[in-house]
T-cell receptor
Framework: QKEVEQNSGPLSVPEGAIASLNCTYSDRVSQSFFWYRQYSGKSPELIMSIYSNGDKEDGRFTAQLNKASQYVSLLIRDSQPSDSATYLCAVDNNNDMRFGAGTRLTVKP | ETGVTQTPRHLVMGMTNKKSLKCEQHLGHNAMYWYKQSAKKPLELMFV???????ENNSVPSRFSPECPNSSHLFLHLHTLQPEDSALYLC?????????????FGSGTRLTVV
C-alpha cells in the first residue's frame, strides 16, 4: 500500500473554476500535512501546511484535513492558468516526510 | 531564489565518471536532505543529515556517497552510475525541531547518465 496516495491526473478545469485536489495517507499517527506546487522543470515549492482537523484558508487556497478518514485536500478557488502545475501532497510524522506522486493540474483559459 | 542553492543545474556523465553535486543553504536550517525525483514517481528520500550527522540512509546504492561538512553544505558524490540513475536530484533543508514547517527545496540537478 502506498503511504501517500494521489490521483495522478491530469485534472483539467476551466479558468475561474474551483480545482479540488485530494490525498490519502496510510500512517494514522501522522501529524503534519503539506501541499507543494511544482511547475514543469522546477523544484517543489511549499504553498500550504495544515496540522489540525478542519479547513485552513490562505488567499485562493484552502487546505482541508480529516484525520479520522486519513484524508487531506487542497481547493483552489478562481483557478488561473498560472496555477497549472503538479501538486504534491506530503505527510510528516516526527520529521519523516513522505510525498505523494503528485496530481497534474491544467487550468484552461 | 529559495535560499537553497544547488549546482550544477544540469549534468551529463558517463558510467565511468566521478562527479559531485553541491547544495548550500542560507536559511539557518539544521537538517538537509537529498531526494531523487523520477518521472511519475513520488520523491524518493535518499539521505538525511541533522546537525551534520547522517540520520538516515534509505537503502541507497553505494555508488551514491553523501558528505555534510557543516549544517549549511551538503554534497552528493557520484561514481560508476547506471542509466537508471538519470533523474532530478533535489536538495532540501528544514528546521528539525519544533513544529514541522515543511522543506525548502533547491532548484535541483538534472542528471543524465549515458
Amino acid at each position: 500500500q502506498k503511504e501517500v496516495e494521489q490521483n495522478s491526473g491530469p485534472l483539467s478545469v476551466p479558468e475561474g473554476a474551483i480545482a479540488s485536489l485530494n490525498c490519502t495517507y496510510s500512517d494514522r499517527v501522522s501529524q503534519s500535512f503539506f501541499w507543494y506546487r511544482q511547475y514543469s522543470g522546477k523544484s517543489p515549492e511549499l504553498i500550504m501546511s495544515i496540522y489540525s482537523n478542519g479547513d485552513k484558508e490562505d488567499g485562493r487556497f484552502t487546505a482541508q484535513l480529516n484525520k479520522a478518514s486519513q484524508y487531506v485536500s487542497l481547493l483552489i478557488r478562481d483557478s488561473q492558468p498560472s496555477d497549472s502545475a503538479t501538486y504534491l501532497c506530503a505527510v510528516d510524522n516526527n520529521n519523516d516526510m513522505r510525498f505523494g506522486a503528485g496530481t497534474r493540474l491544467t487550468v484552461k483559459p | 531564489e529559495t535560499g537553497v542553492t544547488q549546482t550544477p543545474r544540469h549534468l551529463v556523465m558517463g558510467m565511468t565518471n566521478k562527479k559531485s553535486l553541491k547544495c548550500e543553504q542560507h536559511l539557518g536550517h539544521n537538517a538537509m536532505y537529498w531526494y531523487k525525483q523520477s518521472a511519475k514517481k513520488p520523491l524518493e528520500l535518499m539521505f538525511v543529515y541533522n546537525f551534520k550527522e547522517q540520520t538516515e540512509n534509505n537503502s541507497v546504492p553505494s555508488r551514491f556517497s553523501p558528505e555534510c561538512p557543516n549544517s549549511s553544505h551538503l554534497f552528493l558524490h557520484l561514481h560508476t552510475l547506471q542509466p537508471e540513475d538519470s533523474a532530478l536530484y533535489l536538495c532540501a533543508s528544514s528546521h528539525p525541531q519544533g513544529i514541522p514547517r515543511g522543506y525548502t527545496f533547491g532548484s535541483g540537478t538534472r542528471l543524465t547518465v549515458v
